[in-house]
């Protein structure tokens, strides 16, 4: 089956500084791969996705970028704020009719003031 | 409809009790997934219904947990005599039954077994 493994474990920036998580993932016929951020208390929220037909996406200060060659994937913000501070799951899945998705172990992100 | 709820938000019980926790999707999803998190740890599937049928199961599920959606509505997981390897947040998520669409998980419940 799909195993996505994520790093850094933690990652701490300066505001305005960019941040970078990155994924690699084993199953070749995955073909989706969303992002989600976790704040204290609350469950997953979508933050950004990618198809596998497509190199790179961007919404505003958030960016994704894949490499199916490689099979790897990474989240890009840019200009960080201290509301970024969260938890970052990457995940990835196949459309075999439903989406299973299997998640990394997560990215603690803190942005310092 | 603003999202997906779940309640309780925590439940604390005692080893050997049964518990039960609801999931309201958003009322267009016909998808209605549950995960396990642990702490540190990102969320694992445990079962998946489209409509009021259970279509997957993870191993994960053992015997002692049933999941039901009847009338393709709202779920509810139920864990009968708990272990202390239960406690964790247990997610609910749902989607609309499209090519490929990204979740929409509640706040979770977290459960705690003494």
């Known amino acids: 089956g799909e195993n996505v493994e994520q790093h850094p474990s933690t990652l701490s920036v300066q505001e305005g500084d960019s941040a970078v998580i990155k994924c690699t993932y084993s199953?070749?016929?995955?073909?989706?791969f969303p992002w989600y951020k976790q704040e204290l208390g609350k469950g997953p929220q979508l933050i950004i996705d990618i198809r596998s037909n497509v190199g790179e996406k961007k919404d505003q200060r958030i960016a994704v970028t894949l490499n199916k060659t490689a099979k790897h994937f990474s989240l890009h913000i840019t200009e960080t704020q201290p509301e970024d501070s969260a938890v970052y799951f990457c995940?990835?899945?196949?459309?075999?009719?439903?989406?299973?998705?299997?998640f990394g172990t997560g990215t603690r992100l803190l942005v310092s003031p | 409809d603003t999202g997906v709820s779940q309640n309780p938000r925590h439940k604390i019980t005692k080893r050997g009790q049964n518990v039960t926790f609801r999931c309201d999707p958003i009322?267009?999803?016909?998808?209605l997934y549950w995960y396990r998190q642990t702490l540190g740890q990102g969320p694992e599937f445990l079962t998946y219904f489209q409509n009021e049928a259970q279509l997957e199961k993870s191993r994960l599920l053992s015997d002692r947990f049933s999941a039901e959606r009847p009338k393709g509505s709202f779920s509810t997981l139920e864990i009968q005599r708990t272990e202390q390897g239960d406690s964790a947040m247990y997610l609910c998520a749902s989607s609309l039954d499209s090519a490929i669409n990204g979740y929409t998980f509640g706040s979770g419940t977290r459960l705690t077994v003494v």
């Open positions: 009322s267009e999803h016909n998808r």
């Open positions: 199953d070749s016929a995955s073909n989706y």
């Open positions: 995940a990835g899945t196949m459309n075999t009719g439903f989406q299973k998705l299997v």
